[in-house]
């Protein structure tokens, strides 16, 4: 049987911004996939005044959903959102096929501005995490939670995929400001970038994972150990090797972080798939949400002669001549 040759070439040396690269390591049966984000993740944080800790963390959530999102085989939504009693009360990103974003966060502002150099269980606190798989309007949804108890966004994932998927998977998410010299002053910007590693095997056996424990085993009970598997331990080995600024650095190409990574058994890469900060609000839409609101609760929203709604996602503010949401015939009814 004739085998199918796959041509080989150097890693492109041009970074790509705003885009997720899928890559394939035959040798050690993983798939992963990066993503770095430029423009992009700067506009959707740069909306809106968060504090620097609240902007990082939001900033890794929509690194995630790019992550997970982008990973779709059918045309749909996915929603990360998270709900806690920490600093940070909820995150929400909303990826839209094929990779439209959208993302905000509610905060306490004091509680924020009260903490030392916050990590992620910091401002978090204690909740859940949940994703959503929407795949229209004639599918049933999908959704997964992971309890939030102090920890960080990249171990919720771990724990996502260990009960949720039990895909061994490796997760590695990094925020910064990049700073740069500009007329007027030093000019900061927003990046992020994210890999995402996954041990998928052939063979049924190497897929095996230990079982959860079920909560109720009698005392002194052995918890099922499967032994990992070597290549999977190799895998993890080198995901732990990346150093955040290497996911963030905009000079370096993805291609060579990933020849970086695995270059002693060959990595295969695929199709990049575009990113882009696009809100799905606008104003035809927002007279059509008023115009279904009971028509006191439309009354008592009239500010100076003018009713406002400002867009949670993007910060768009949108003002209308109450005429044009209540008429005459709303009051008959």
């Given at each position: 049987m004739s085998q199918i040759s796959i041509p080989s070439r150097a890693p492109g040396e041009v970074p790509l911004d705003d885009a997720v690269v899928p890559f394939e390591v035959a040798a050690l049966d993983v798939r992963g996939r990066t993503v770095r984000l430029g423009p992009m993740?700067?506009?959707?944080?740069?909306?809106?005044?968060?504090p620097t800790a609240v902007s990082r963390l939001l900033g890794e959530a929509i690194v995630l959903t790019v992550l997970l999102g982008s990973s779709l085989k059918f045309e749909g939504r996915f929603i990360l959102q998270t709900q806690t009693d920490g600093p940070v009360r909820m995150l929400v990103v909303d990826w839209r096929s094929p990779g439209r974003v959208r993302a905000y966060a509610?905060?306490?502002?004091?509680?924020v501005a009260a903490l030392t150099a916050p990590g992620d269980g910091d401002l978090l606190g204690r909740g859940h995490l949940a994703m959503t798989i929407d795949q229209g309007a004639d599918m049933n949804r999908y959704q997964g939670?992971?309890?939030?108890?102090?920890?960080?966004?990249?171990?919720?994932?771990h724990e996502y995929f260990l009960r949720s998927e039990q895909i061994p998977t490796r997760v590695r998410l990094a925020v910064a400001e990049e700073f740069s010299a500009a007329a007027g002053g030093a000019q900061r910007r927003w990046r992020?970038?994210?890999?995402?590693?996954?041990?998928?095997?052939?063979?049924?056996?190497?897929?095996?994972?230990?079982?959860?424990?079920?909560?109720?085993?009698?005392?002194?009970?052995?918890?099922?150990?499967?032994?990992?598997?070597?290549?999977?331990?190799?895998?993890?080995?080198?995901?732990?090797?990346?150093?955040?600024?290497?996911?963030?650095?905009?000079?370096l190409s993805t291609e060579r972080l990933l020849f970086r990574l695995f270059h002693e058994h060959g990595v295969r890469v695929f199709r990049a798939v575009d990113v882009e900060a696009r809100c799905s609000c606008s104003?035809?839409?927002?007279?059509?949400?008023?115009?279904?609101?009971?028509?006191?609760?439309?009354?008592a929203m009239i500010e100076d002669?003018?009713?406002?709604?400002?867009?949670?996602?993007?910060?768009?503010?949108?003002?209308?001549?109450?005429?044009?949401?209540?008429?005459?015939?709303?009051?008959?009814?």
């Open positions: 993740v700067d506009e959707i944080l740069s909306r809106h005044a968060y509610q905060f306490d502002a004091d509680a939670l992971v309890a939030l108890g102090g920890g960080t966004l990249e171990e919720a994932a992020a970038g994210g890999l995402m590693l996954q041990f998928l095997p052939k063979s049924e056996e190497r897929r095996r994972v230990p079982d959860l424990d079920p909560g109720d085993a009698p005392e002194g009970t052995e918890p099922h150990v499967v032994p990992e598997d070597d290549a999977w331990v190799e895998g993890q080995a080198l995901v732990e090797t990346i150093e955040d600024v290497e996911l963030l650095d905009p000079a104003r035809e839409r927002v007279q059509g949400i008023l115009e279904s609101f009971p028509v006191d609760d439309r009354v002669g003018r009713i406002s709604v400002t867009c949670e996602f993007c910060n768009t503010r949108y003002e209308f001549d109450p005429t044009t949401v209540i008429r005459p015939d709303d009051a008959e009814g």
